[in-house]
């Protein structure tokens, strides 16, 4: 079993559309919770970041952690074309100097 | 400031051949690491170093070296290509250790035959 699982998709919405992305992990001992967002053929770029529990809202987009139930979920309003990309979750324990990443969940947005 | 910047974009290699993929960073950071991306795989970590001098293994080592002489340069060395290293490659850097961004680069795509 994979300790990040993330459902590769692919998600095709309307635009304008509520998008929700999710992960789920094994390990308790993650604290540091990451969503990236990867365009075609692009490196993967920082979207947002979390710490521990709770939600954080950036705009048009709201990443939750859910440590009880080792779920975390990505949630953008008002979706754009402009969204279209690959979005991975990415993990880390507290001290540690590595993360871990989901699959990665294709999303397409229709105009 | 260029950021992450690697070279080759695009490599074919036939199996046993060696190569280097370079990798290099203009922004100080100490932090720089290595990924390879496969479909359905997601990002896996090969090699990172904490700074210059210091290197450790990440998920999928087996088959990479890397070395760290300068904070800016951190390349990756193919011993022997095999197709199972067909993939796209990834550096990434941080400041600090803290890893709460990593900026990473355009990716080379290598193809072994």
């Known amino acids: 079993q994979k300790e990040v699982e993330q459902d590769p998709g692919p998600l095709s919405v309307p635009e304008g559309a509520i998008v929700s992305l999710n992960c789920t992990y094994s390990n308790s001992a993650f604290q540091y919770f990451m969503w990236y967002r990867q365009y075609s053929r692009k490196g993967p770029e920082l979207l947002m970041y979390?710490?521990?529990?709770g939600n954080k809202e950036d705009g048009r987009f709201t990443a939750q952690v859910d440590k009880s139930s080792k779920y975390i979920s990505l949630f953008i309003r008002d979706s754009q074309p402009s969204d279209s990309a690959t979005y991975l979750c990415a993990m880390r324990v507290q001290g540690a100097q590595k993360l871990v990443f989901g699959q990665g969940t294709r999303l397409t947005i229709n105009p | 400031n260029a950021g992450v910047t690697q070279t080759p974009k695009f490599q074919v290699l036939k199996t046993g051949q060696s190569m280097t993929l370079q990798c290099a960073q203009d922004m100080n950071h100490e932090y720089m690491s290595w990924y390879r991306q496969d479909p359905g795989m997601g990002l896996r970590l090969i090699h990172y170093s904490v700074g210059a001098g210091i290197t450790d293994q990440g998920e999928v080592p087996n088959g990479y070296n890397v070395s760290r002489s300068t904070t800016e340069d951190f390349p990756l060395r193919l011993l022997s290509a095999a197709p199972s290293q067909t993939s796209v490659y990834f550096c990434?850097?941080?400041?600090?250790?803290?890893?709460?961004?990593?900026?990473f680069g355009p990716g080379t795509r290598l193809t072994v035959t």
């Open positions: 979390t710490y521990s529990s």
């Open positions: 990434a850097s941080s400041p600090g250790q803290g890893l709460y961004e990593q900026y």
